[in-house]
């Protein structure tokens, strides 16, 4: 961006100090039309989020993330290890829509939808509001002595903020182990489960450390989508931009005066009252062109909106914008690169939709022995195989047996010929399988077995029969 009147800010960040500390911003409490859509976003999502581990799908926690136990619920749909491949594909497509999506609408996804703004704008900000009030009383109360009212305030705002960081992170176990586990674990007590407690207080800690203390620093430091910023966006990408064609014109920004004519001086639009810069929740000054501590949460279009308004000059000088569309004045463009991820994108979505549908609820695998050969049994030839079969339903199947398809023999489980498999479960064993030698037609015939659940064929399995070289 060209006009800019310091560069001095790439250099440095808003949120430490010269000596490498912690600055502590304060930012102005935001309002306008954007803030009170983001409102309504945020308490939409905010409710999905806590009510998705405890709603069910066909018995199925609708998400869950089991990761000690390798067991996934995406949309209700249980994914086991042998679903892997489903589960990478799905994180995939969701990698390339996040990037499709911020090389169209830049980094609305963190100012929008990401939980941690969410939390930290909608939930916790909004409790501190209230606590301590606006950016004004707030920088007031951070210099205080530590009297009763400021013992009280912050005591009070830390409380409750530990409080919520606690309810956040028993939902971010009902994620991690399943909501059932988590009521059972309650209802147990928690002396019962102690190192479930410790995760709890872990997470608990964690959480309290980001909310009260770390803050912005997640968006701007930690988190990786932030860093990929540089190389998703392009001139081309919409973002909460300055308009500095308008803002600066010929003899750049200027206080205001009611007393002139502001578009007869050459002066810029922009009239420098810093409220832009006020109410950021990174500390940032937005006129200083796109950066990668912006997290697009728009506060600073609504503030510049209502200055705008106020000294009667068109909204809109903060905007939603491209470079392209502010610099050359150019349209929204549909361009190659967001062509190729739309395409890369439909594709991923349609061959993950298709391996969702093919996707069958039980697994059979018939495994031949590693390193065994054949046996003969008399005019017999016997293989000896693994099995394993696993239920993802919520139901049990009570009497698995198998039965060979596609040629006479005979095939016995060791142990029990039917077997129950219980839900969500998994048996594993060895069977044997015989076939009368004249009915072999090579040394390596196929085999089709059927798994049946009573009367019921679940399950096609297939594997091969090995036999001598008798057939030349
Ligand atoms: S709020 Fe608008 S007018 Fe005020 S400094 Fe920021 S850009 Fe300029
Ligand atoms: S510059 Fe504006 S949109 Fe970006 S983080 Fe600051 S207030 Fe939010």
């Not at 001095?8 to 309002?31: L, M, N, Q, V, Y």
């Not at 912050?154 to 182990?177: E, M, P, R, V």
Request: net charge positive.
């Amino acid at each position: 961006m060209s006009k800019l009147p310091d560069e001095a800010f790439r250099d440095t960040i808003g949120t430490i100090d010269k000596e490498g500390k912690r600055k502590f911003i304060f930012p102005k409490k935001p309002s306008g039309k954007l803030y009170e859509y983001r409102k309504w976003v945020s308490y939409f999502l905010l409710i999905i989020l806590i009510a998705n581990p405890f709603i069910k799908v066909n018995g199925n926690q609708f998400m869950m993330f089991n990761i000690l136990e390798r067991r996934f619920n995406i949309f209700g749909f249980p994914f086991w290890p042998q679903d892997f491949y489903l589960f990478v594909l799905f994180m995939i497509v969701g990698v390339v829509f996040v990037i499709l999506f911020t090389v169209i609408f830049g980094r609305i996804f963190c100012g929008w939808i990401c939980p941690q703004t969410i939390f930290m704008e909608m939930v916790f900000r909004r409790i501190e509001y209230w606590i301590e009030g606006d950016r004004g009383a707030q920088m007031r109360l951070a210099k205080q002595e530590w009297d009763i009212d400021k013992i009280g305030k912050k005591g009070l705002k830390w409380t409750i903020f530990l409080i919520i960081s606690f309810g956040i992170a028993n939902i971010f176990l009902a994620y991690l182990i399943g909501s059932d586990r988590l009521i059972e674990m309650i209802e147990d007590g928690p002396m019962g489960h102690f190192s479930t407690l410790i995760a709890l207080s872990i997470f608990t800690g964690i959480f309290y450390f980001v909310f009260v203390w770390f803050r912005e620093q997640v968006c701007i430091i930690a988190c990786p989508y932030g860093r990929l910023q540089g190389v998703l966006l392009d001139d081309k990408s919409i973002n909460v931009a300055y308009d500095f064609v308008r803002g600066e014109k010929e003899l750049g920004r200027a206080k205001f005066s009611k007393k002139e004519d502001r578009g007869a001086t050459g002066k810029g639009d922009c009239i420098d009252c810093k409220q832009c810069v006020n109410v950021c929740p990174t500390g940032i000054d937005i006129r200083n062109g796109t950066q990668l501590e912006c997290v697009n949460c728009t506060a600073c279009i609504d503030e510049c909106d209502s200055i705008m308004e106020s000294v009667g000059l068109p909204k809109g000088l903060i905007r939603y914008a491209s470079e392209d569309e502010i610099e050359k004045k150019a349209p929204f463009k549909f361009t190659a690169r967001m062509k190729g991820y739309t395409t890369i994108l439909s594709v991923l979505v349609a061959i993950l939709i298709g391996l969702l549908f093919l996707r069958t609820d039980v697994e059979a695998t018939i495994l031949r022995l590693p390193g065994q050969l054949y046996q003969h049994k008399g005019e017999n030839i016997s293989n000896v195989y693994t099995f394993r079969v696993i239920n993802k339903t919520n139901n049990d199947f009570n009497s698995i047996h198998f039965k060979l398809a596609n040629i006479k023999g005979t095939l016995k489980v060791v142990g029990k010929q039917n077997f129950k498999v219980v839900k969500q479960g998994m048996v594993e064993g060895t069977l044997f399988v015989e076939i009368k030698q004249y009915l072999l037609e090579s040394d390596k015939t196929k085999l089709k077995i059927e798994v049946f659940d009573g009367n019921k064929k679940i399950e096609t399995s297939r594997t091969n029969f090995l036999s001598p070289r008798s057939f030349d």
